[in-house]
C-alpha cells in the first residue's frame, strides 16, 4: 500500500470552533493495529510522554466514548479519543517502527507541529528572531545525533562527515553539503547551516531529531546501516514537504545576513554606551 500525507488528512476532523482533531479508534486502523488493546498501549505511552512534558494529558486526549451496534439488535460501548495534532505525534514516535506508515506519522505529524508553532510565533517574532531560535535548537540536537551515531558505530569524524552527508541528500535530492555550500555561494570557512532561512533550518531539525530517533528507536548498528537510514529519513521530510505543497530546501532563497552577523549585532546592542 501507498502512503502519503492524504492518509492522515483524510482521517482528520474539525470542531465546531474549527479545532483539528483525529480520532483514536481512526488513527488505529490506518496505523495497522488489529486490536485496540495494543493500540491502547501505545496510547497510554503517549500520554506520559505528554504529561512528562509538562502538558495537560485531557487537553490533548480527550475520552470521548462511543456506541457501536452488535448483532441481534445489540449495542456495546467502547472507549475512544479524541486527539490533538501533538497526541498523535506522541503516538506515532511510540508506535511500532517497523510499520511504513509509522514512519509517515513520524514525519507528517512532526512537520505540521513545527509549521503550528511557527505560525503561532510569526506575530511576536522576526524572521532573524526564528532563525536564530531554530538554529540554537538544531546546534543542540545535533549534539544529541551526533551521540545517536556513534552508538550505531559511526566513530570517526570522517566517517561522521560520511554520516551527516547522507541526511543531506535525502532531505536535498541529492546534493551533498558541498553541493549546497557551493550553490550558496558561500566561502570555504562559512557554514550552511547559518545561512539558512527559518523554513529551511525547520526542515532539518525535523530531518536531525528524526535521524536520531529512529537510530535509537530501532537499534541500529552499523556506518552503512546507520548512513541508509540518515538518507532515509531525509528523504522522507523532502516528501512531506513536497506533499504539503511546500518549497523544496535547495530552492530557498539564502539569507542576507548569516547567524554570525545576526548575533554579532544582537550583542552590539547590549553594550554600555
Known sequence: MTYNEITFENIKHFTEEGIEFWYARELQETLEYKQWRRFFSVIEKAMIACESSGNTVDEHFANVGKTISMPKGASKEIDDYMLSRYACYLIVQNGDPRKEVIALGQTYFAVKTRQQELAESDAMLTEEQRRLAIRGDLTEHNKSLVDAAKDAGVDTKQEYAIFQNKGYQGLYGGLGAK?????????????ILDHMSSEELAANLFRATQAEAKLRREGIQGKDNANKAHFEVGKKVRQTIEELGGTMPEDLPTPDKSIKQIEREKNKKKLPK
Do not use: A, N, V, Y
Not at 179 to 191: A, T
Open 179 to 191: 553541493d549546497i555550500h557551493d550553490r550558496k555561494g558561500l566561502k570555504s570557512s562559512q557554514k
